[in-house]
Structure formats: structure tokens, C-alpha cells
């Protein structure tokens, strides 16, 4: 009877690290086509790269290793996730963790706080999200600091060009951007996640994203990525490319 017993118990070990190995492949295998599709600005020079909404720093880490020598300011909000990303980076001496949550006004706003903290957003979450991705529906509120942009930067002034500012904040880009004029002026590229859809209660949409910034002087040239729902029959939302054409004229 033992015996059986412990013969049951491996295979469940086994069967057990064989899901861990699969899993970790998966992540693994998707992590590297990510850092593909973003070489398509690994030959920019970027010195400075502004990561606004950064979480555990699944894009600094990729920023770091395609830009070696860029000082990289990452902005996460939620204590807890600020924390993680501190320890990941812990001994980079480029690289420095803000727990802010960069937005157009100083001051203080509740977050609403995802199971799945990717999704988490100073915006309520609507009920499309939740339907396509019901692991990130509960939630908790959490009271985090505000800051805009060209506050921050006015602070830390310098920022060295050419520079990049990455903005993934879940429905708030919009807060981000007029926030941020005269910073985003000074950048060479914006990569701005944007939605098809309203994943988020007032979150702006692709097109408005594309008329606010070309109003300041961006042009949209592609995707780095986009991601399809759950039936692969539409693309839900995007990391959108624009670059600065006063830029592209100074340095062309």
C-alpha cells in the first residue's frame, strides 16, 4: 500500500514539474517575441527612457537590455508592486523606481487595485474588460501620490536626449500627456498603449490618443505590438508608435 502511495505521489511531483517547465517555457518564449517586436527601435540611441506606468518592470527590463547605457526613471504608483520593481533592478546604477503615479494635477487619488496588477487603473475597469480578462475584476482601493510629468522632470533636470517615454497607464494617457507637454516636446519617440475599445470607464480611444498627438507635433508610425481578444477576431488594444517630427528634423 506504501509503496503504491509513493508511486502516486511522484508522478503528481512529476506531473506537477512538467506543468511548471511548460509554463515557464510559454513565458519564456512570449517575453523573447516581445523583445523581438521592440527591436524595431534598437537603433536608437536612447540616453533616457521615461517607463510611466512601469509595474514589475516587464518593460524596463527589456528597455536595459536593449539600451545598455540609458538611464531608465520607472514610475510605478502601488507600494506593494513598487516594491518588487525596486528589488529587480536593486544594483543597476542607471536605473531609478518612482512611486508616483504620473498624471495632470498634483496631489492624491484612490487606485483601484487589480488581482492581476497589470490591469490596475486610476479609472474604474468596465465590463468589457472584466469579460475578457476575469482574473483582473476583484480589486481593492489603494490612495496613491499624483504627479505631473513636467513636475517631475523639472526636478530631475537633466534628462539627456535622445530620449523615449514609454506610457502604459490604463486608460489614464490622456491625464499623462497634458501633463506632460513640454517633457513629451523634448522626447524623440512616445510608445502610448491604446485601446480599440473602452477597457476602462472614460478611457480615451486610439483615435482620440492619435488627434492629441498630432496635434503636439507626433506621427503615428505603427505598432510595436497589438493583441487580439479571445476570439482572434479583432485587436483589442496596441503599443503605438510616435515620433516627434521637430526631432526628426533637428537630427535628420
Known sequence: MSLNIHKV????????????NLRKAREDAWKRSELEAWRILADRKFQTILDVGANEGQFARMA???WPTATIHSFEPLPQVHAVLVSAFAGDALFQAHNIA??????????????FTPSSSLLPMADVHKQEWPQSAEHVEVEVALLPLDDWARANAPLPGPMLIKI????????VIN???DTLSKADVVVLEVAFQEFYEGQP???DIHARMHELGFAYRGNVEQYLGKDKS???YADAIFTNTRQDKTHG
Open 9 to 20: 505521489f511522484n508522478a503528481f511531483g512529476l506531473e506537477v514539474r512538467l506543468l511548471k
Open 64 to 66: 536595459r537590455e536593449l
Open 102 to 115: 504620473i498624471s495632470d494635477r498634483a496631489g492624491s487619488q484612490v487606485m483601484h487595485c487589480s488581482a
Open 168 to 175: 502604459d497607464v490604463q486608460g489614464f494617457e490622456l491625464h
Open 179 to 181: 501633463g506632460g507637454l
Open 205 to 207: 480611444l486610439f483615435a
Open 234 to 236: 479583432s485587436v483589442l
